[in-house]
């Protein structure tokens, strides 16, 4: 009886090293095998693989050598210019009118340079800052507003109170920021004046601060009815003249 096909019985002696060999040569035999492949999944042969890379590579040549593959002429053609959309020509930025152009400027100097103190609605809080709502000094001769917001101001101010010492608010202020916040001020928090300061007057009122004889100082109320109650020079600028927002300058003609 062979060992490889019954039951060591534990009676006999086992031979361990026949029956762990009879173990190996049935695992072996196993693994010769055949996988068991299901129907429609069965490996392709390689062969399949090689030929369908030469019918391509083949087919590549002719249409690629033809030029019918890859043929740029067709898509691109040469001195094609395409036609510009409607509307697609830059005009540059939409005009405005210059009471709206110089108060969208002077509306985010206030936010990062006034509403701080004197609040967001700048009716000040009573005691420390004033209100710029009816301010006489805001609705005023604009060269005296010009000062106080270039140089600061030791009052007392046109209510005739002292607050504090306002600091100068100049230091960097481009004669464009001053026109837009003095145009905003003048327009808005029931302040109704109605006019543009420009950019001219702008200038102006930044040269006249430079030579101010105590350049540097907070104004005093004295220095500002003695020498800045006047109106700023320059021209008056139509309201309703249309503007480049940017630059503030006279839009082009459409
Ligand atoms: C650091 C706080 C502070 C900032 C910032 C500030 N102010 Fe003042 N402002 C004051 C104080 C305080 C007074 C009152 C000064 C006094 O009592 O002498 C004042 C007074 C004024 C007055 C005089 C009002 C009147 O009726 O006499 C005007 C106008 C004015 N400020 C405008 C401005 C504008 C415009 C800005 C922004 C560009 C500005 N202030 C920013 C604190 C400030």
């Known amino acids: 009886m062979s060992p490889s096909n019954h039951k060591p019985d534990l009676e006999e002696s086992i031979n361990v090293s026949e029956v762990h060999g009879s173990v190996v040569r049935e695992a072996a035999a196993c693994a010769r095998e055949k996988r068991i492949v299901d129907n429609g999944i069965e490996p392709v042969s390689l062969w399949a693989f090689v030929a369908c890379g030469i019918v391509l590579l083949i087919a590549g040549g002719v249409l690629g050598g033809g030029g019918s593959l890859f043929a740029y002429g067709v898509t691109f053609r040469p001195g094609y210019v395409r036609a510009p959309a409607g509307g697609a020509e830059d005009t540059g930025p939409v005009a405005k009118a210059a009471m709206a152009a110089y108060q969208s400027k002077g509306s985010k100097i206030f936010s990062a340079k006034c509403s701080g103190c004197h609040g967001a609605d700048a009716k000040g809080n009573g005691s420390t800052y004033p209100s710029l709502a009816g301010s006489a000094y ?85 220095e500002l009815t003695a020498d800045h109650v006047k109106p700023l020079p320059g021209a008056a600028l139509d309201p309703g003249m249309m503007l480049d927002p940017i630059t503030l300058q006279p839009a082009k003609a459409p």
């Not at 005296?144 to 230091?171: A, C, T």
């Open 138 to 222: 805001v609705n005023g001769e604009t060269e005296r507003f010009s000062m106080i917001i270039l140089n600061g101001l030791q009052g007392p101010v046109s209510d005739g109170k002292v607050y504090g010492v306002m600091p100068p608010q100049g230091i960097g202020m481009a004669p464009e920021d001053l026109a837009g916040i003095m145009t905003y001020m003048r327009n808005n928090f029931g302040n109704t004046k109605g006019d543009v300061v420009t950019m001219e007057m702008a200038k102006a009122a930044i040269e006249i601060s430079a030579t101010r004889k105590k350049a540097g100082s907070s104004c005093s109320s004295e």
